[in-house]
T-cell receptor, first 114, second 108 residues
Framework: SAVISQKPSRDICQRGTSLTIQCQVD?????MFWYRQQPGQSLTLIAT?????????ESGFVIDKFPISRPNLTFSTLTVSNMSPEDSSIYLC???????????FGSGTRLTVV | GIQVEQSPPDLILQEGANSTLRCNFS?????LQWFHQNPWGQLINLFY???GTKQNGRLSATTVATERYSLLYISSSQTTDSGVYFC??????????FGAGTQVVVTP
């Protein structure tokens, strides 16, 4: 399955600032997915990023708060904007590579907003 | 959308014990996977198993798609098996849904 490099692995940020998370995949993929995992919770899909088009956001998530870029088929970024302590979560990117492999996840970014 | 329920929510095991985790889903699925999230937050893909049975070492999984459930078996548990186990489904529309997870603690 695909290998995903995600960074940063963790960060502590001041409220009101923004953080950009990067995911690099070792092969070309059509769709990349961004998830949020709040403390003690399961994963929630934020948006699906396709190359060359705007990301598709799930209910409860908006582009102004979580802008996503997808400049090519191996790379994507998620920005968490104007952060508040409620944004403290693990953020993960994911891709699917082939029908028989399922989804693979990056190692996650553990964000703490103070 | 599809509903995914995992049970039990929590499980405490003594090292060496066997256990079964369950994932029920409310509709037909195109994809079902089991993941282990370690204490550092990393999600490890255990099985891609939309149907049938697979085994990998001490772990095995069975999905009975017609009855809408999947089981993950852990045999001879070790402390490194601690963490949260999630199932992930994808319905016929491509909609992804994680279960709430089972928190497993294996004590020495």
């Amino acid at each position: 399955s695909a290998v995903i490099s995600q960074k940063p692995s963790r960060d502590i940020c001041q409220r009101g600032t923004s953080l950009t998370i990067q995911c690099q995949v070792d092969s070309q993929v059509t769709m990349m997915f961004w998830y949020r995992q709040q403390p003690g919770q399961s994963l929630t899909l934020i948006a699906t990023a396709n190359q060359g088009s705007e990301a598709t956001y799930e209910s409860g998530f908006v582009i102004d708060k979580f802008p996503i870029s997808r400049p090519n088929l191996t790379f994507s970024t998620l920005t968490v904007s104007n952060m508040s302590p409620e944004d403290s979560s693990i953020y993960l990117c994911s891709v699917v590579r082939g029908e028989d492999y399922g989804y693979t996840f990056g190692s996650g970014t553990r964000l703490t907003v103070v | 959308g599809i509903q995914v329920e995992q049970s039990p929510p929590d499980l405490i095991l003594q090292e060496g014990a066997n256990s079964t985790l369950r994932c029920n889903f409310s509709d037909s699925v195109n994809n079902l996977q089991w993941f282990h999230q370690n204490p550092w937050g990393q999600l490890i893909n255990l099985f891609y198993i939309p149907s049938g049975t697979k085994q990998n070492g001490r772990l095995s999984a069975t999905t009975v798609a017609t009855e809408r459930y999947s089981l993950l078996y852990i045999s001879s548990s070790q402390t490194t098996d601690s963490g949260v186990y999630f199932c992930l489904t994808t319905d016929s529309w491509g909609k992804l849904q994680f279960g709430a997870g089972t928190q497993v603690v294996v004590t020495p």
